[in-house]
Each structure stands twice: as C-alpha cells, then as structure tokens.
T-cell receptor
Framework: GNSVTQMEGPVTLSEEAFLTINCTYT??????LFWYVQYPGEGLQLLLK?????DKGSNKGFEATYRKETTSFHLEKGSVQVSDSAVYFC?????????????FGQGTILTVHP | NAGVTQTPKFQVLKTGQSMTLQCAQD?????MYWYRQDPGMGLRLIYY???????DKGEVPNGYNVSRLNKREFSLRLESAAPSQTSVYFC???????????FGPGTRLTVT
C-alpha cells in the first residue's frame, strides 16, 4: 500500500534560518504529491503540489521538487518567519483508482522564534 | 461561498452516547472524505464518498457510519461513542482525482 514518511519533529528554528523537512513516499504508479500546512486551531490548507516527476511546487517562499528516483518530496524555505510556525504534512494521491484519497505523513511541528 | 463547513466545532460526549457530525460543501465537488487527526499519526481516512449515492470504507472505519445525503452533504455518525474516538475530525472535498483536497475547519470531539 501507499505510505508517506516525514522527518521526526518537532523542529525549532530562529527567524531567517533555512528550513528543510524531509518527506519520502512509497506508492504504486505515478502519484501526485502535496504539502499541507495547519495553523493552530485551523484546518489544513494546501501549501504546494507537484503532479509529475521533476516538477517543482512553490508557494509563499516554500519549495519542493518531486524526485522519482529517490521517492522524495522535501520541503524547503530559505528564510523562515515566526508566522511560518505550524504543522506541515506531506501527502500523496495515487489518483483515479483511489478516487483522490490522500495518504498523509505523521506531520512535522515547526516553531520559529524571533 | 463558504467552501467546506463542519458542525459542531466542539463536542463532549459520554461513553455510549451517539452523535452525528455534519459536513457541507458549496463547491459542487463530487468526492467527499472524513478523516480523524490524532497526535503523531497524521490524518487517517475513516470513510469517503466518490460520488453522490456511494460510500466506501477508509483506513479506520470501525465504530463509524456515514451518509451521503446529497451532493453537498456528507455526515459521520458515531453510534456508541468510545474514549478511543476522542480526536479532531476533518471533512474534505475534491473536484476530481489528482487535484488537491479542500478541508473544513474541523470538529474537536472528546469522549469521557
């Protein structure tokens, strides 16, 4: 079956530090990959996505590249802000046969200090 | 355009009580999903509905039932609540496969 593994958290950084959150996956076929963000007390919001190998998703200074050879989709940001403090989820969808069902990683808590 | 709405936002139940969590969407999406979120475990799929009139089990369906009332509404019922069902429940929708899911704000349920 499908699975997503994220780096263990929590992650604590100072403002303007570089962020990497690792994500690797196992899936049949050619999944779409997503990063979702959850701010305190809220639901999940899509941060970025990539639908095929070598695609780079980007949004709000965050980036992730779909690497089929390493089955990875690591999230990066060059300079984090306090407002980036949230829980980040990596997820995959293997598309039509599963009606768009998402498989999530366990989430990584990010705290950014001033 | 409210997107995905969930009611109630918070609920406390005693063991053995029943309740229904409501989800509605105004985006005309075909597929709808119910997830539960527990610390350190990400989100796990309970049930989903690929289209109006169909429902299927997800990863953790035991203790739950669902109803796809129409295209807009997808409810989740706990017939006899247990402390293990204490969690945050999220409803989500998707326009079609390979697209991102849109999530509601969640229902925080505590079973004592």
């Amino acid at each position: 079956g499908n699975s997503v593994t994220q780096m263990e958290g929590p992650v604590t950084l100072s403002e303007e530090a570089f962020l990497t959150i690792n994500c690797t996956y196992t899936a049949t076929g050619y999944p779409s990959l997503f990063w979702y963000v959850q701010y305190p007390g809220e639901g999940l919001q899509l941060l970025l996505k990539a639908t095929k190998a070598d695609d780079k998703g980007s949004n709000k200074g965050f980036e992730a590249t779909y690497r089929k050879e390493t089955t990875s989709f690591h999230l990066e940001k060059g300079s984090v802000q306090v407002s980036d403090s949230a829980v980040y989820f990596c997820a995959l969808s293997d598309g039509g046969t599963s009606y768009g069902k998402l498989t999530f990683g366990q989430g990584t808590i990010l705290t950014v200090h001033p | 355009n409210a997107g995905v709405t969930q009611t109630p936002k918070f609920q406390v139940l005693k063991t053995g009580q029943s309740m229904t969590l409501q989800c509605a969407q105004d985006m005309n999406h075909n597929s709808m999903y119910w997830y539960r979120q527990d610390p350190g475990m990400g989100l796990r799929l309970i049930y989903y509905s690929a289209s109006e009139g169909t429902t299927d089990k997800g990863e953790v369906p035991n203790g739950y039932n669902v109803s796809r009332l129409n295209k807009r509404e997808f409810s989740l019922r706990l017939e006899s609540a247990a402390p293990s069902q204490t969690s945050v429940y999220f409803c989500a929708t998707i326009p079609q496969a390979f697209y991102e899911q849109y999530f509601g704000p969640g229902t925080r349920l505590t079973v004592t």
